[in-house]
């Protein structure tokens, strides 16, 4: 049975409040160098959270959703998320199957936001992935985060009628095409919307665009 921390009601009260909470990461989940970048992949928190949650996860909606994830952790206390993407979101909260795309974790059921080892983790995607792919230890790690996110979208793509992605272009959105592109799967099968900026500046833009495909 898969049991999930953070519901829906407990995610809109965080949303009402002007409290923000941070989480320190673990050092042992904080990549600090290129070298440890390959490795975090196979930490055993790391992989028995995508095998035996992720990979597990059983669907409540007919519409999935994808956000990238924060430096800030929990996600919804972060700005991106508590002032952006869930407040764009907020109307269809309960009729979504919300995650977030991230590095080292794969896909993560937003439920899961305030969990260990969820909560607890560092992988700054400008330090150790953009910009650096001529680094065989970041084209190792990018390799494995393509394999997780095919390995999930394989399993859990016909289980939703409508596929939205708010993830930013210039990393998450790539790394998930990516994935599609290695199982042959369209992209046009995959709605994705577009934001300018940052997230909590983007709101009205992103709500929109969300009206527009029918989210709400």
């Known amino acids: 049975m898969v049991v999930c921390l953070l519901r829906v009601e407990k995610l809109l009260a965080i949303l009402d409040t002007n409290l923000r909470t941070r989480k320190s990461p673990v050092p042992s989940l904080t990549v ?19 095998f035996e949650k992720s990979l597990k996860w059983v669907p409540r909606n007919d519409v999935a959703v994808f956000i990238p994830c924060s430096a800030w952790k929990p996600y919804p ?20 199957d919300l995650f977030v795309v991230s590095e080292p974790m794969g896909i993560v059921p937003y439920c899961y936001s305030d969990e260990y080892p969820v909560d607890s983790y560092e992988y700054d995607p400008y330090d150790f992935f953009i910009g650096k792919l001529r680094n065989p ?22 289980k939703y009628e409508k596929r939205i992605l708010i993830l930013p272009k210039s990393w998450h959105l790539k790394v998930f095409k990516k994935a599609l592109r290695k199982l042959a799967t369209p992209q046009d099968q995959y709605i994705v919307i577009a934001i300018t900026g ?12 969300l009206q527009n495909v029918g989210l709400y």
């Open 137 to 158: 230890l970041v084209r190792r790690s990018l390799e494995v985060f393509i394999d997780r996110l095919a390995m999930w979208i394989k399993k859990y793509h016909n």
């Open 198 to 209: 940052r997230a909590s500046n983007s709101v009205e833009e992103m709500q929109k665009q």
């Open 32 to 50: 600090t160098s290129f070298k440890k970048g390959p490795k975090i992949w196979n930490l055993k928190p790391v992989k028995k959270f995508f």
């Open 77 to 96: 206390y972060s700005q991106s998320h508590k002032y952006g993407y869930l407040k764009a979101l907020r109307p269809a909260l309960e009729k979504i």
